[in-house]
């Protein structure tokens, strides 16, 4: 393990935040652009004059990616630290990352985004204590949402279920997200589901238990397609939002309602 590598159940959890803002950002076979996309945003947060941190949230990368990942927490170790979640699994490694990252305010980013017009607009916003939860939405009055059509069409259909079937009032859950680590943290730790899901939990469960959700519009240009085909993540989605529908409407998890049947199978 690397020096800057987080072990496992290290980082602050709880206690005072150590700095302003902890930029976290899962990576999964990203080794085409990470040194380029981390170098551009250290550059444009050191302008800004933000004492910050950026958290890599590596999982399960078959190429590259973790020694680059190495290699970059080397380069900037006053600025960068990374960690392995043990599996392909986007909401886990983030959610891990939220509990790991030791500044005031978190910023959740895609390593094919790296939106500092964004950072710069939310914190503003954190600091003025007008919001706990500053969501970055693609599908409000003002965005530009610049992705193939395929993929805006799956967003539309996908924040309509949500809607429908879980009571969201927002225009958009998944993408930039920044928040008060002390309001939003003690919720991801509730959150049941990992995945594609997980980042949609935890806005609507942020959202319905009082916590103060303001969107802003931001503007998306993917640096490269996904790194998991959208086809592919469909049926893991439908069955993580079945279990999510039953948590918030019936205050349990489905695994608790079939007998013989564990929570993590």
Request: net charge negative; glycine share 6%; proline share 5%.
């Amino acid at each position: 393990m690397s020096a800057s590598e987080v072990p496992p159940g290290s980082g602050s959890r709880s206690g005072s935040p150590s700095l302003e803002l902890s930029v976290v950002i899962p990576i999964y076979n990203e080794e085409a652009i990470l040194a380029d996309s981390v170098g551009e945003l250290v550059e444009k947060l050191d302008a800004a004059a933000i004492d910050f941190e950026i958290v890599l949230a590596e999982n399960g990368s078959r190429d590259r990616t973790v020694a680059i990942a190495e290699e970059l927490a080397a380069r900037w170790p006053e600025r960068l630290r990374w960690f392995s979640y043990p599996e392909p699994n986007y909401g886990g490694a983030l959610r891990e990352a939220i509990f790991r990252a030791r500044g005031e305010f978190v910023i959740c980013e895609e390593i094919d985004l790296c939106d500092v017009d964004f950072h710069l607009r939310a914190l503003a916003l954190l600091r003025r204590d007008e919001a706990d939860l500053v969501i970055g939405s693609k599908a409000m009055a003002g965005a530009h949402d610049k992705r193939p059509p395929l993929r805006r069409a799956a967003t539309r259909v996908y924040n309509k279920v949500l809607r429908v079937s879980l009571g969201f009032s927002g225009t958009d859950t998944h993408g930039l997200k920044a928040m008060r680590r002390s309001a939003v943290a003690p919720i991801a730790a509730r959150c049941i589901v990992d995945y594609d899901v997980f980042a949609s939990e935890l806005v609507i469960r942020a959202e319905r238990e009082g916590v103060r959700v303001l969107e802003i519009p931001v503007e998306i240009e993917e640096k490269r397609a996904p790194s998991i085909n959208l086809v592919r993540r469909v049926p893991r989605v439908l069955s993580n939002l079945g279990r999510l529908m039953v948590s918030i409407h019936l205050g349990r998890d489905v695994s608790d309602l079939i007998p013989g049947r564990r929570r993590d199978d």
